[in-house]
C-alpha cells in the first residue's frame, strides 16, 4: 500500500528535522550564551592588540619613512655642492685656457 515511500529518507528527515529542532535549542541555551560571550570577549581583546601592534608599526614606519627622507635631501646637498665644485673648476679651468690663449 505504501509501496512507493521511501521510509529511509523519510527516516532520514525526521532524524534532521529533530536534530535540527534539539540544535536549535541547545544553541539558543544559556550555556551555549556564555560561551558565545566569551568567545566575543577573547575576540574583542584580540582586536585591540591587533590595532595597538598596527599603530606602533606604523609610527615606526612612518619614522623610517622621514629618516630615508632626510638621508635623500642630504644626499641631494652633497651632490649639488659637488656639481657646483665641478662647475667652477671647468669655469677656472677655461679662464686659464683662454688666458694663455690671450697671451
Known amino acids: 500500500m505504501f509501496e512507493w515511500i521511501n521510509w529511509k529518507k523519510v ?23 556564555t560561551v558565545y560571550t566569551h568567545t566575543t570577549a577573547a575576540a574583542l581583546r584580540m582586536k585591540d592588540t591587533v590595532m595597538k601592534d598596527v599603530t606602533t608599526l606604523r609610527e615606526n614606519c612612518e619614522d623610517i619613512a622621514a629618516a630615508a627622507a632626510d638621508i635623500n635631501e642630504e644626499r641631494q646637498r652633497q651632490y649639488d655642492a659637488q656639481m657646483i665644485e665641478d662647475a667652477k673648476a671647468i669655469l677656472a679651468q677655461a679662464q686659464e685656457s683662454g688666458a694663455e690663449a690671450n697671451a
Open 11 to 33: 527516516g532520514l528527515f525526521a532524524g534532521g528535522f529533530l536534530a535540527g529542532s534539539y540544535g536549535v535549542k541547545l544553541l539558543s541555551s544559556k550555556d551555549a550564551k
